[in-house]
């Protein structure tokens, strides 16, 4: 394959790194490794707090318990999710007994159809959960409107956007909280991870005891004995202050992250460069082709949306040819999906549906070079000239 969706992103030094730790016969799981990555991924984000678990899945998870405690939502309140994103940003609403509210996406940022979303709001509204998709900001200006006028929790999905920036501040900064992916083949990875970032005292606090079995001595130790005293009749190292589960990562992770974090920068650096010559290369077909664009994306990959289906069918056939292996959009309209169907109304979801039939990307990442872009435009020219065009 000459271009595939993810690269082997972990290098020699890396590796070098994790042996030397594994040799070093230190405790492996959850303990100071972790405690130095959340606090240097932090440093990077610019926010106060930020709690490592084992992937964007759990990180999500873990906020939206966390959050519903926190503010004490009743079961079937309701949370506002895009139509289109990685199914467990949807998931976690329903596990924790809240109401998903399904809105559309819109065709220049990927985010929500703002307008639909604002109509969807009731009085059972508690929280809008935003995913910034493909490395595209959302228009946090709107979303903050919203929220801030009918009293909204707001959660950022980051997970495909470490390092997009809405108006010079770094997504996963604009809400309560953010979560991320370390997952093979996002921004940077630490093999499997997630984090969750926040500037709330109070919600990390949560974060904390809900990550391991709602232990109390997993809080800042400075609180111990204040809670201790509270409770003389329970050994405080097994008090358990709520309930909790075990979203912890390990040490070996924690490494991971933080030699990959050194370099995220420059990652996103490559990625963004790449980005600009792919806006370029698909604003020159605009009978043909849907351009996005963005100033502060981070980029996750090249999004080819298409106002034909058919033609859509056959680029991703000639990429195919060419050894460039490409993916729907995300897991396209999840309304469709077999988990959502009976919410899906088609009528609702015009450009959900879009994405689901007329689009698809392909990889981009720091391995992807100017000579590969050149290969990319020369292919793009013969077949937007229709001359390689097999339907
Ligand atoms: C938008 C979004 N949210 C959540 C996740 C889940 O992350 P993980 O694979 O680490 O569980 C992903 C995964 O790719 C994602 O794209």
């Known amino acids: ?138 228009d946090m ?87 201790a005293a509270q409770y003389p009749d329970i050994d405080f190292k097994f008090l358990f202050l709520t309930d909790g589960t075990n979203f912890r990562s390990t040490e070996l992770n924690a490494i991971l992250g933080m030699c990959q974090l050194a370099r995220l920068d420059e990652f996103i650096r490559q990625r963004n460069h790449n980005f600009r010559r792919y806006v370029t290369l698909c604003r020159r077909y605009p009978d043909d082709l849907i351009a996005l664009d963005g100033a502060e994306v981070s980029s996750f990959s090249f999004a080819f949306l298409f106002h034909d289906h058919a033609l859509k069918e056959a680029f991703q056939k000639t990429l195919a040819k060419a050894g460039i292996e490409s993916r729907p959009i995300i897991g396209g309209n999840l309304m469709r999906q077999p988990f959502l169907r009976k919410h899906y109304r088609p009528a609702e979801f015009p450009n959900a549906d879009l994405l689901h039939e007329n689009a698809f990307y392909i990889g981009n990442n720091q391995f992807v070079t100017d000579e590969r872009m050149d290969v990319l435009d020369r292919l793009m020219q013969k077949f937007f000239a229709r001359e390689t065009i097999t339907k």
């Open 1 to 138: 394959m000459f271009w595939k969706l993810q690269e082997d992103a972990l290098t020699e030094a890396d590796l070098n790194a994790l042996v030397d730790f594994i040799r070093s016969k230190e405790r492996l799981t959850q303990g100071p490794r972790i405690r130095e990555f959340e606090q240097a991924y932090a440093k990077w984000m610019g926010c106060k707090y930020c709690v490592m678990v084992n992937s964007g899945s759990s990180a999500n998870l873990l906020l939206v318990g966390a959050v519903k405690e926190l503010k004490t939502w009743q079961d079937g309140d309701e949370v506002i999710v895009p139509a289109v994103t990685w199914p467990t940003t949807i998931t976690p609403v329903m596990q924790c007994g809240l109401k998903p509210v399904y809105v559309d996406v819109n065709l220049t940022d990927l985010s929500f159809d703002y307008d639909q979303l604002a109509k969807k709001i009731t009085p059972r509204t508690r929280g809008i959960f935003v995913a910034h998709l493909l490395g595209f900001p959302a």
């Open 141 to 227: 200006d709107r979303l903050r409107t919203l929220a801030e006028k009918h009293d909204l929790a707001l959660l950022e999905d980051c997970c495909e956007s470490q390092g997009a920036k809405w108006k010079g501040e770094k997504v996963g900064n604009l809400g309560l909280a953010g979560t991320f992916s370390l997952y093979w083949g996002h921004h940077m990875t630490a093999i499997e991870g997630g984090l969750i970032t926040t500037n709330s005292q109070e919600l990390y606090h949560l974060l904390l005891l809900k990550r391991s079995h709602g232990l109390a001595r997993e809080l800042p130790p400075e609180l111990h004995a204040g809670i």
